[in-house]
C-alpha cells in the first residue's frame, strides 16, 4: 500500500519554475503555497486551499475579483511525509459553511474534516482565529474502526438528502456521512488494477482524487498509484447503493473533475506524464472531455496543474503546484481546436536566455507565416507591465530584448498571441 498511499502527498512536494505553453494565460493568483482545491461563491471570490510547506502552515485564501489574496484561516494541518507533503487539500461551499478534508497523509494516522463559518470575515481585515474552525469528523480514527490501516482524507462532495460523500486517497476508499445522523459508513471500495510494467509493485492502487455527484451517480476519478503509469488512471460510476462499475479508463493522473456548465458534460483535469528519473513532467499536463464512448482533448501544456473549477459564467481556474492560479474563458478552455495534426505550429515561443536574469534578457519566438503579433510582458499578478512587440510582422524567427533594470526581483511571464492562440513562458529575474 506504501506506493498508493503516499502518491498525492508527493505530487504536493513539487515546486517547479517552468515554462508555460498552449491555451494558458498569464496567472490570475501567485505564490500560494501547493494550492489545489479551488471554489467560487456567489461574490465571484475564489477560495483556495493550501496544502501548505509541511509546518502545520496549511491555509484556506480568497482570491477576490481584482486578483488580491487575502487569507481566510490559517495554521492548518500540514506535514511532511517522505517525498512530499500532507494537509488540506479541497474544500466545499455547503450551505454557508467551509467545509476543508484536512488529510494529514499515512505517516500520522490522523485526518479530519473541518468546518467553519465564515460570517464575519472580510477581505483584507485579516484571517480569522483558529477557534473558528469546527472538526465535524475524525476520519483517521474512523478508517482505523473499520480495519483499513492507512487513511488520507482528500476530496469532498455534497450528495443528495444533505449527505456528504468523502474520498480517501489511503484506504482507496468514498465514506458516506449522513446528513440526518453524522453516521460514516464505507459507501464503496476501489479494487486495484494489475501493473502491466516491471517497475514498482504488482498492482496499481486506485487513489481516488475527486467525486462528482450529478444528482444520479456519483463519480470517481483516480491519480493511479506507483509507478504512475500513462493510461492508469480511471473514472468510475457510483450508485446510490454503492455499486461501483468503470466509467472511463485510458486517463493519466486525474487530479480533478467538474461539468461544463454549457452541456453538463464531465471534464477531467491531468496532472502529466511522470519520468522515473525525472519525476513529474511539467508542462505535459491536460484538461480532457470525458464520456463513455469517447476522450477528446481541450488544452495541453499544463503547468502540474493540481486542481480546477467551473464558474458559473463558464470561466475555468486551473491550480498549479508550482504556486500558480490560472483563470481561462470557457468559450476556449472548453472548445475543441480542429487542427490538423501533421501541420506544423503557426507559432512558437521559446524560453528566455539567460534565465534567470539581471537586468536584461532576450525573448526568442518563431512565425510560420506573417500575422499580427503581441509580445506581452506580465507581473507574477497577471498585470500587464510592458509589450514588445504589437502589430503585423512577416514569417522568421524574431528576437526582442527586455531589459529590467527598473523592476524588482520575481517571477515574471511572457506571453505571444496571435490568431487567437496564445503561449506563455515564465522566467525569473534574480538582482
Known amino acids: 500500500m506504501q506506493y498508493a498511499t503516499k502518491c498525492l502527498s508527493a505530487l504536493c512536494g ?6 508555460l505553453s498552449h491555451a494558458q494565460l498569464p496567472p490570475y493568483a501567485a505564490n500560494l503555497a501547493t494550492p489545489i482545491g479551488l471554489e467560487v461563491d456567489d461574490q465571484g471570490w475564489l477560495w483556495v486551499a493550501e496544502v501548505g510547506l509541511g509546518n502545520n502552515d496549511g491555509a484556506i485564501s480568497v482570491v477576490t475579483p481584482d486578483g488580491q489574496i487575502h487569507s ?4 492548518l494541518g500540514s506535514v511532511t511525509e517522505p517525498g512530499g507533503v500532507a494537509g488540506s487539500y479541497h474544500l466545499e461551499l455547503i450551505d454557508g459553511f467551509i467545509y476543508i478534508t484536512n488529510g494529514l497523509g499515512t505517516v500520522t494516522p490522523e485526518g479530519y474534516l473541518l468546518r467553519i463559518d465564515p460570517t464575519g470575515f472580510s477581505p483584507g481585515n485579516g484571517p480569522l482565529p483558529a477557534t473558528a474552525i469546527d472538526t465535524v469528523a475524525n476520519t483517521g480514527a474512523f478508517a482505523l474502526s473499520n480495519g483499513l490501516m492507512e487513511n488520507n482524507l482528500y476530496d469532498i462532495e455534497p450528495g443528495p438528502d444533505g449527505d456528504l460523500f468523502l474520498a480517501d486517497a489511503g484506504s482507496n476508499s468514498v ?3 449522513d446528513g440526518q ?6 459507501f464503496a471500495s476501489l479494487d486495484p488494477t494489475p501493473n502491466p510494467s516491471p517497475v514498482g509493485p504488482p498492482v496499481i492502487e486506485a487513489v481516488p482524487s475527486n467525486l462528482l455527484y450529478d444528482g444520479e451517480y456519483l463519480y470517481v476519478s483516480t491519480f493511479s498509484g506507483f509507478p504512475f ?4 488512471a480511471r ?9 461501483v462499475q468503470l466509467f472511463q479508463e485510458g486517463l493519466t493522473l486525474i487530479t480533478d473533475l467538474d461539468t461544463d456548465p454549457s452541456d453538463g458534460s464531465l471534464l477531467a483535469l491531468q496532472m502529466g506524464l511522470y519520468d ?3 519525476g513529474f513532467v511539467p508542462e505535459t499536463g491536460s484538461l480532457v472531455r470525458v464520456s463513455e464512448e469517447r476522450i477528446d482533448s481541450l488544452l495541453t501544456g499544463l503547468l502540474l496543474p493540481s486542481g480546477m ?6 470561466d475555468i481556474f486551473i491550480a498549479s503546484l508550482a504556486g500558480l492560479i490560472f483563470k481561462m474563458p470557457g468559450n476556449v478552455a472548453t472548445s475543441i481546436e480542429d487542427v490538423d495534426p501533421s501541420s506544423p505550429e503557426r507559432f512558437s515561443l521559446y524560453q528566455n536566455y539567460p534565465n534567470p536574469f539581471n537586468p536584461a534578457t532576450t525573448i526568442r519566438y518563431e512565425l510560420q507565416k506573417p500575422a499580427q503579433v503581441q509580445l506581452t510582458i506580465f507581473d507574477a499578478q497577471g498585470r500587464e507591465i510592458t509589450r514588445l512587440a504589437d502589430g503585423l510582422q512577416e514569417a522568421g524567427e524574431y528576437e526582442v530584448r527586455w531589459d529590467a533594470a527598473g523592476f524588482a526581483s520575481g517571477l515574471y511571464f511572457y506571453s505571444l498571441r496571435t490568431e487567437g492562440r496564445i503561449l506563455t513562458r515564465a522566467m525569473m529575474l534574480a538582482k
Open 72 to 75: 481566510f484561516i490559517e495554521g
Open 309 to 314: 473549477h467551473m464558474a458559473p459564467d463558464g
Open 14 to 19: 513539487l515546486f517547479l519554475w517552468a515554462g
Open 276 to 278: 522515473l528519473n525525472d
Open 235 to 243: 473514472i468510475y460510476q457510483i450508485n446510490m447503493d454503492g455499486e
Open 181 to 186: 445522523t453524522g453516521e460514516m459508513e464505507v
Open 175 to 177: 465514506y458516506k456521512m
Open 229 to 232: 503509469l500513462e493510461g492508469a
